[in-house]
């Protein structure tokens, strides 16, 4: 069993549809930020950088991983699943995992709270973050004409990025331009694991009603 410190953000779904997709057995402990849950002295016992998400792994003297791309590579060496064995392959998967990692994830979040979560405007903060995140879907839409996925095959890489990419207007980027990156969201979107991953926990991003709440939340766990 695995034990999953989440909240209903990106990087806390990225591990729900690889658990899903991995048809491991999982409980969630879902952890609200705008209560700042994630800085708890227990929570940081188990993840000293306070935030989302964190697994406990009961079957493996309960050895806990934090950070979101080694908690995909720890899921997929563990079932040898979603993650190539051949090196070349494994090793396209893991630069695009990275991509993610180091680009799409900062920059997008970078985006969101510039774009949306403050009253005052601050327009060239916005504009930089916002042509980087356009010129990083635009590197994929690039990569994913003719293909099917980022890799060969399904990989923990296009869990990675589609669980951010598919908040694209949360950052105030369309993605008009971008058909293959958008035919490949809608590729992944049919697949019933990452239908159930995103709603892991409950996700406050599509209750539209929520959404002030959920920015004001944001705003105090940004200014603590
Ligand atoms: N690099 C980390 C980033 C984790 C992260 O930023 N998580 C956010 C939610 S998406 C969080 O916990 N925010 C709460 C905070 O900043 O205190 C990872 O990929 O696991």
Known sequence: MIELYTAATPNGHK???????????????????????????????????????????????????????????????????????????????????????????????????????????????????????KRLFGVMDGHLNGREYLAKELSIADIANWAWVRIYDWSGVPIDDFPHLTAWLDRLDQRPAFQIGIKTPPSEYEQKAKEEDFIKGARNMLLK
Request: no cysteine.
């Open 15 to 133: 591990i729900s549809i690889a658990l899903e997709e991995l048809g491991l057995a999982y409980n969630v402990h879902h952890l609200s930020l705008s209560k700042n849950e994630q800085k708890e002295p227990e929570y940081l016992k188990l993840n000293p950088n306070g935030r989302i998400p964190t697994i406990i792994d009961r079957e493996n003297d309960d050895f806990v991983v934090f950070e979101s791309g080694a908690i995909l590579m720890y899921l997929a060496e563990k079932t040898g699943k979603l993650l190539s064995s051949d090196p070349k392959e494994r090793s396209r998967e893991i630069q695009w995992l990275m991509f993610q990692m180091g680009g799409i994830g900062p920059m997008m979040g970078q985006a969101n709270v510039w774009f949306r979560y403050w009253d005052e405007t601050y327009q060239p903060a916005i504009d930089r973050y916002q042509n980087e995140v």
